[in-house]
């Protein structure tokens, strides 16, 4: 794993380590005891052994040093930010709490300001990581880190346009900075301009600055009718230069999606399974079956009905849930066309929130203890801090779109702090939809992804929980099947609208057109008219899938 650290952080330590101290003159060892370092070199030099051991994936010992620099010199920033960078990945609230503490004893710190910018990123809280970033430019204008996040919010805040000009800036400054390379073309991409985008991305080709991952970028800029000479390229990258397990896998994720193109499905399956292998991603599938089987036994219809009357009657919520690949992206799209609704992408609020009731980790008899913390009081504050996160994004809409596809986990949760939200649930055939989880790079996060008998096999744990929360809200969640809407476009949008409560407009007909950021893997779909060509895709691979299919059981319509 790489170093959690920025490349500038050597940059925070205010003197240099040296080996050991030096006592001024020689003296005999019995004579007179060695002269400890000056406290705050020894610090220093505890702080740099704590990044050596967080290079090394040591984390619990680097946590220690931290603490141990704390206890003799309290509110060290330096100290706080280490232990910031130690949650990263791993409990984002404690980095976002270290970070928050670092910038708070030295404020001046541009540094500081980014990576707790960065840590509210994570969480999609955009408004304080905007502000942090702008700190953090203020105080050091040139800091192309900071340049590439701000674009990177501004991108992930819907707001492409105003990304553009910071990429811009930073490649100025630095004209090879991989960030910068692939955050222009990236927020180009978002905005629909494809054709910019490929541009900038053949250049960071040509000068092999990102390679795997400018080729991956590349080729889902377009679909391929013949074969392009970046095949061969990728294939050469392959045989030819050792990209690491990472670049390995975004280079067979690129080879197989222009042989799936070009309809060489055997050859790209290949490229899509030697993708996954390299990333080597595990999931624990007993220990999220148990998690499953936790929440069907404790939210009942009857717990989540008495617990709803003290949340918020907002009508302004929708939240749109469903397998990744099921047609999110497309469902918002359609709906965000609509002069009344605002399409606000895929936000971790509600995850945040469970996590911190201590619904997502817990199991059994926890769950239930978890559940019990959810106060009449507190389900009040929780909407209403919800709600006003929402409203950030659009002050005017009657409907925010949260198009998070996991949310799916946590209907129980929005029943319960919106007893009027709408819940869209995405469905698409089994199989077409696992195959299509498979062939792209999810972060680890989706872990469940890289195996196709696992993937199967949870796709079956996620039929079950959503079919557990039809019964606990019985005629609340609108089943939006994919095929349908593929089948009779106009129809099923108007079913959409009607659902939110909103009259229909013409303009959900035509929601390829529509203007705003798309930052899913379904950004160059969703900028095309519908189309049928990802119907019984599956097929294609049929002889490549059977474990896929087999894990599915019943819920694979062969």
């Known amino acids: ?28 060892p019995k004579a007179q005891p060695k002269a400890s370092p000056p406290r705050n070199q020894a610090d220093d030099l505890l702080l740099r052994q704590a990044l050596e051991l967080q290079k090394a994936e040591q984390l619990p010992e680097a946590e220690e040093l931290c603490l141990k620099v704390l206890a003799r010199t309290p509110n060290h920033p330096l100290a706080f930010y280490i232990l910031g960078t130690l949650g990263i990945g791993y409990d984002n609230e404690k980095a976002l709490r270290y970070f928050a503490r670092a910038v708070a004893e030295e404020p001046q710190n541009p540094y500081y300001h980014l990576s707790l910018g960065e840590t509210y990123l994570k969480l999609s809280e955009f408004t304080p990581a905007i502000r942090h970033f702008q700190q953090a430019l203020a105080l050091k204008p040139d800091l192309v880190e900071a340049l590439c996040a701000l674009g990177n919010a501004y ?78 390229a990728i294939l050469t990258e392959l045989r030819e230069t050792d990209h690491g397990s990472e670049g390995a896998a975004e280079l067979h994720s690129a080879a197989g999606k222009v042989l799936n193109d070009l309809r060489r499905y055997k050859e790209a399956m290949d490229h899509f399974k030697k993708g996954n292998q390299a990333r080597d991603q595990k999931f624990d599938l007993g220990s999220y079956r148990r998690w ?49 609704v605002h399409g606000a992408g895929e936000l971790s609020k509600l995850r945040r929130m469970a ?153 959900c007909l035509r929601f390829f057109d529509r203007d705003g950021s798309v930052n899913t893997f379904s950004r160059w779909q969703v900028r095309q008219p519908i189309y049928k060509s990802s119907v019984k895709r599956w097929k294609n691979y049929e002889s490549e899938i059977q474990p896929l299919i087999e894990s599915l059981g019943d819920l694979a319509d062969v």
């Open 292 to 340: 499953v089987d936790a929440m069907i036994e404790t939210f009942t219809p009857e717990l989540v009905a008495s617990m709803a009357a003290y949340g918020d009657p907002s009508e302004v919520p929708v939240f749109v849930v469903g397998m990744p690949r099921s047609g999110t992206t497309l469902t918002e799209q359609i709906c965000a066309s609509h002069p009344d």
């Open 155 to 232: 991108r992930a805040f819907d707001k492409g346009e105003m990304a553009l000009p910071l990429f811009e800036k930073a490649l100025k400054i630095d004209r090879d900075h991989p960030v910068a390379r692939l955050g222009l073309p990236r927020a180009l991409a978002s905005l629909g301009r494809m054709d910019a985008a490929a541009v900038h991305l053949k250049e960071a080709i040509d000068r092999r600055i990102a390679l795997p991952a400018a080729y991956n970028a590349l080729v889902h800029t377009r679909k391929f009718t013949e074969e392009p000479p970046e095949l061969a």
């Open 355 to 507: 996590n911190a009731i201590g619904l997502k980790d817990s199991l059994d008899a926890n769950l239930g203890k978890s559940v019990a913390t959810i106060t009449p009081e507190l389900t009040k504050t929780l909407a209403a801090e919800h709600l006003a996160y929402l409203r950030e994004r659009a002050p005017r809409a009657l409907r925010i779109v949260d198009k998070m596809p996991h949310n799916f986990e946590l209907v129980g949760l929005v029943g319960i702090l919106f007893p009027n939200a709408r819940i869209i649930h995405c469905r698409r055939d089994a199989i077409d939809n696992c195959i299509s989880c498979f062939v792209l790079q999810f972060s680890e996060a989706h872990s469940y992804s890289g195996d196709l008998q696992t993937l199967g096999l949870y796709y079956r744990e996620y039929d079950r929980l959503m079919r557990h929360w039809s019964k606990v809200l019985p005629g609340r969640i609108f089943e939006n099947r994919y095929e349908t809407l593929i089948e009779n476009q106009e129809e099923q949008s108007r079913r959409l609208i009607d659902y939110l409560g909103l009259p229909w407009d013409d303009a």
């Open 1 to 28: 794993m790489s170093n959690r650290l920025p490349p500038a952080w050597a940059k925070h330590l205010k003197t240099q380590p040296s080996a050991r101290a030096v006592s001024p003159k020689v003296v005999a």
